[in-house]
């Protein structure tokens, strides 16, 4: 691995690579630097290097970092990626930016409530669970459309409902890649037939970049390309 900055130009590289392959635009992908298990020093390193947006999985060492970083809170962007239990949805309110991870309506419920007036809306994501797997979080795709709808009619000064994430089952081949994440860009392409006008897919990681582009991804959350593995 490469330095930080370095890493981080690479990711870019193949970003707009498999943009221009696809026909897109490389600007219509925002690339998420996940920090989950580094220290905040990689945080402040990548910012260094110009990364504005950074992904947790976990809220109390999330919170840890967001703490440590105060200095740099208005230049950062929050998205939080892993499970959000009901009970530390307040925190989470008080502290993100976004969250990727939404399965329920209870949660976007608490959500809304719990945002404070002062900040700007809560930025989500509803999590589908494509591939199907029971350990995986993640709403089944035949209960999408219902909680779309539900979380489309929150308070839209507390959240707001940009798209939809998904972590597919780890595939070796292209093909296989991108058959569970064409299923997410369709499901969003149903929903916004129904008139949610979502702009934002959350999908892909180091190993899949290429495949979320080409599907259509316009966030992909990277890890270990940047920071090295965990």
């Given at each position: 691995m490469g330095s930080i900055s370095s890493n981080l130009q690479e990711v870019k590289r193949r970003i707009a690579a498999a943009a221009n392959a696809a026909g897109r635009d490389a600007q219509s992908v925002t690339l998420l630097a996940v920090t989950k298990t580094f220290p905040a020093a990689d945080v402040r390193a990548a910012w260094a290097a110009g990364q504005a947006a950074f992904g947790e999985n976990y809220v109390q060492e999330a919170l840890a970092k967001i703490g440590e970083l105060a200095d740099l809170r208005p230049q950062l962007e929050w998205h939080l990626i892993g499970p959000l239990q009901s009970n530390k949805t307040r925190p989470v309110a008080e502290a993100f930016d976004w969250v990727h991870s939404v399965d329920r309506l209870k949660i976007a419920q608490r959500l809304a409530e719990q945002r404070p007036a002062w900040l700007p809306p809560m930025q989500l994501c509803l999590q589908v669970n494509v591939s199907g797997e029971?350990?995986?979080?993640?709403?089944?795709?035949?209960?999408?459309?219902?909680?779309?709808?539900?979380?489309?009619?929150?308070?839209?000064?507390?959240?707001?409902?940009?798209?939809?994430m998904a972590i597919p089952e780890p595939a070796a081949d292209a093909a296989a890649q991108r058959a569970p994440l064409a299923q997410l860009r369709a499901l969003m392409a149903r929903l916004n037939a129904e008139g949610l006008g979502l702009d934002t897919l959350s999908m892909g990681m180091s190993a899949d970049l290429e495949a979320a582009v080409a599907e259509g991804a316009t966030l992909v959350r990277i890890g270990t390309a940047i920071f090295g593995r965990r």
């Open positions: 029971a350990s995986k979080s993640g709403c089944a795709p035949e209960d999408l459309p219902a909680l779309a709808h539900a979380v489309a009619a929150l308070p839209a000064d507390r959240v707001r409902l940009r798209g939809l």
